[in-house]
């Protein structure tokens, strides 16, 4: 079945960085767009950053462009988000998606605070 597990979350001060990963299984992870979404106490859920199957094309949230950077590494089926300049308002669950079935891990926390 599919699977998507995250990891990578954690507690760190304002300009720091975190990477978050997104291991999958139980489908051809080359094939498919991948998403990264996330969600703060409050807030309705978010996309963050959208990688096409081979990665060429990429898009992020204007709050997160220039900081964050969404990757994928197929032969690892595992997609990632690396985050730097880290801010308050980036705490939230972060989760990756698969949009066909809508498929979700069971998220990651971030938490940004002094």
């Known amino acids: 079945q599919v699977q998507l597990v995250e990891s990578g979350g954690g507690l760190v001060q304002p300009g720091g960085s975190l990477r978050l990963s997104c291991a999958t299984s139980?489908?051809?992870?080359?094939?498919?767009?991948m998403y990264w979404y996330r969600q703060a106490p409050g807030k309705e859920r978010e996309l963050v950053a959208t990688?096409?199957?081979?990665?060429?094309?990429?898009n992020y949230a204007d709050s997160v462009k220039g900081r964050f950077t969404i990757s994928r590494d197929n032969a690892k089926n595992t997609v990632y988000l690396q985050m730097t300049s880290l801010k308050p308002e980036d705490t939230a669950v972060y989760y990756c998606?698969?949009?066909?079935?809508?498929?979700w891990g069971q998220g990651t926390q971030v938490t940004v605070s002094s």
């Open positions: 998606h698969r949009r066909l079935g809508n498929y």
């Open positions: 139980g489908f051809a992870f080359s094939t498919y767009y």
């Open positions: 990688i096409s199957s081979s990665g060429g094309w990429i």
